[in-house]
């Protein structure tokens, strides 16, 4: 089983849709939860990044982390065809000998049709 | 802010030759930075951990001989692929980790293909 868990889709919406995303975990230990968004041939581009459980909104983009499930969503209202990407969930547990190491998801690729 | 730069963004080398990669933070300081390689449609796999001033320690399974990563100041490490072979055509990513907080910022990557 992988530790980091995330449908590689790929997930087709039409403009204006709600989208969500989600990634599953099985280490406890994760602490910090991220969303990266990469376009096709480029580096990964921070999106959120959450402290522990919670949600966090920044826009049109909302995050979640439900600690005891295990469970970390990405919600994107009103969804643009510029929004078309692939998304990545990242997590880590942030001391110890994995400081600062993150673990990926495999990634979601979203496309958003006019 | 938080931006990573990489150099070169693309290469292209024949078998046996080694290649440099730099990795800048541009606006902040990174003790730490990371080093990645992606092949298509998968996801980023960790192969070094970059610390400023000390050797890095690299995951299972990578060759440290293979992948002499330097990091000689706090806003620069470099990757170098030596005798490269086509098996390690792929796409590097380098990653600097703020000291504030655990989030890092990564660069653009580099493709690397290997004839």
């Known amino acids: 089983q992988k530790e980091v868990e995330q449908d590689p889709g790929p997930l087709s919406v039409p403009e204006g849709a709600i989208v969500s995303l989600n990634c599953t975990y099985s280490n406890s230990a994760f602490q910090y939860f991220m969303w990266y968004r990469q376009y096709s041939r480029k580096g990964p581009e921070l999106l959120m990044y959450?402290?522990?459980?919670g949600n966090k909104e920044d826009g049109r983009f909302t995050a979640q982390v439900d600690k005891s499930s295990k469970y970390i969503s990405l919600f994107i209202r009103d969804s643009q065809p510029s929004d078309s990407a692939t998304y990545l969930c990242a997590m880590s547990a942030g001391g110890g000998t994995s400081y600062g190491k993150l673990t990926f998801g495999q990634g979601t690729i979203l496309t958003v049709h006019p | 802010g938080a931006v990573v730069s990489q150099h070169p963004s693309r290469v292209i080398c024949k078998s046996g030759t080694s290649v440099k990669i730099e990795c800048r933070s541009l606006?902040?300081?990174?003790?730490?930075m990371f080093w990645y390689r992606q092949f298509p449609k998968q996801s980023l796999m960790l192969m070094a951990t970059?610390?400023?001033?000390?050797?890095?320690?690299?995951e299972q399974g990578v060759e440290k001989d293979k992948f002499l990563i330097n990091h000689a100041s706090l806003t620069l490490s470099t990757l170098t692929v030596t005798s490269a072979h086509p098996e390690d055509s792929s796409f590097y990513i380098c990653?600097?980790?703020?000291?504030?907080?655990?989030?890092?910022?990564f660069g653009p990557g580099t493709r690397l293909t290997v004839l």
């Open positions: 606006d902040f300081q990174a003790t730490t």
């Open positions: 959450t402290y522990s459980s």
């Open positions: 990653s600097a980790r703020r000291d504030v907080g655990d989030t890092q910022y």
């Open positions: 970059s610390n400023e001033g000390s050797k890095a320690t690299y």
